[in-house]
């Protein structure tokens, strides 16, 4: 066996993907429901700092502006928000 065909299982994958995807969405929604008014650059900092310590090797990449874009525009609609609770 090669070091590189350890990896994990689809199972594993997809559950490391939606744990990741709903840190990913309750640090959007509650920068939506916290700094409505914001600017982009305060959103995009809320978000690092609430997502870095939750991944190995963090790397923000255009998602994380783009998600801040949207918090700071106001483009979240407030039943999706509701949803999530």
Avoid: C
């Avoid at 709903?22 to 650059?41: H, I, M, P, W």
């Avoid at 991944?55 to 979240?76: I, N, R, W």
Wanted: negative net charge.
């Amino acid at each position: 066996m090669e070091l590189q065909d350890i990896k994990w299982n689809e199972q594993a994958r997809e559950k490391i993907l939606l744990d990741a995807d709903r840190a990913l969405q309750e640090a959007v929604r509650e920068a939506a429901s916290s700094l409505s008014g914001a600017d982009k650059d305060h959103v995009y900092k809320f978000l690092f700092e609430k997502l870095k310590d939750q991944f190995v090797d963090f790397q923000p990449g255009p998602d994380l502006t783009k998600y801040a874009e949207a918090v700071a525009s106001g483009e979240l609609a407030s039943t999706a928000l509701e949803a999530g609770r």
